[in-house]
């Protein structure tokens, strides 16, 4: 999920300015600033709330939700914990686990038949070595899947972990679209890139179009990945199959009616499992050498 760095500001008198969250303290926020500071996205009134600390961050108020075109949107999905409806879990899925499962996909990707049939069966438990969660829940709470960093938790809320669901290209179901999912398959073809670029991935001729969003170009944390996207058609140059790992929002375009998985970070997406900065850096550095 794109972290939130500014809001909009809005007192009782209907003066309304643009606060940075380099200029909000727990002070300013619990005497001035509390329930009175909205999403920056235009026509989105999810209100926001600031959490202080060892980092400092916004966050969406509770059960407030975002407009579905505003970056900043994300489902909640309900889970069965208990009897009740009366809370929310936030699911995290922190950078680590993120980077984990993006190792571990490319690592399935290229095992042979019979070594995933191995791997599927070592990872098959008893069913009467598994516990349920509700003998330790009483309470039904809906929960809430987001793409976080470690350290920017909501303090009030329950943390779970939960894996990230894999999907190769051609194992994407209806029942994924609107779902985060880790995608899997080769790179068709050259790109046309810019800052950033589209990216068409297939797996037994079925396909999907990774794209990167305004909401990923503006947001600060991704400017050493922008414009090095010329880096994958380098690696298609020199190698057979140049295959694709990434993290994002799997969505069916209403006008196109194509696959789109959406990328949000620059660190969600590999290239053959290397990071595309890295490799972009790495690629220009045995230019420059040869001359």
């Not at 909640?76 to 499962?101: C, M």
Request: aromatic residues 10%.
């Amino acid at each position: 999920m794109r972290r939130i760095v500014r809001v909009f500001y809005r007192d009782d008198n209907g003066f309304e300015e643009e606060i940075h969250l380099g200029e909000v303290t727990t002070h300013t926020y619990t005497n001035k600033l509390k329930q009175k500071i909205f999403c920056p996205t235009e026509n989105c009134s999810a209100r926001i709330s600031y959490s202080g600390g060892r980092y400092p961050h916004f966050r969406t108020w509770r059960y407030d939700q975002h407009s579905v075109n505003c970056p900043y949107y994300f489902a909640r999905f309900p889970v069965k914990l208990g009897r009740n409806l009366t809370d929310i879990v936030r699911v995290e899925i922190s950078y680590n686990r993120r980077q984990n499962a993006l190792n571990d996909a490319y690592i399935q990707m290229n095992l042979s038949v019979e070594e995933r049939e191995a791997l599927r069966n070592s990872r098959i438990k008893p069913r009467n070595s598994v516990r349920g969660i509700t003998s330790r829940k009483a309470n039904v709470k809906a929960e809430q899947l987001v793409l976080f960093d470690s350290g920017l938790y909501e303090d009030e809320l329950i943390f779970r972990r939960r894996n990230i669901s894999k999907r190769l290209v051609d194992g994407i179901t209806a029942s994924d679209i609107g779902e985060i999912r880790l995608v899997m398959g080769k790179i068709t073809s050259n790109i046309v890139d810019g800052e950033t670029a589209e990216i068409v991935v297939e797996n037994n001729n079925k396909v999907i179009t990774v794209v990167f969003e305004e909401s990923f170009t503006a947001d600060p944390y991704n400017s050493s990945y922008l414009n090095k996207f010329w880096a994958i058609n380098q690696v298609l140059n020199r190698e057979r199959v140049v295959q694709f790992t990434g993290i994002g929002d799997v969505r069916k375009n209403t006008r196109s009616h194509r696959l789109e998985l959406v990328i949000h970070a620059g660190t969600d997406f590999r290239i053959n499992n290397r990071d595309i900065s890295a490799l972009a850096a790495q690629l220009a550095l045995e230019q420059y050498r040869l001359g």
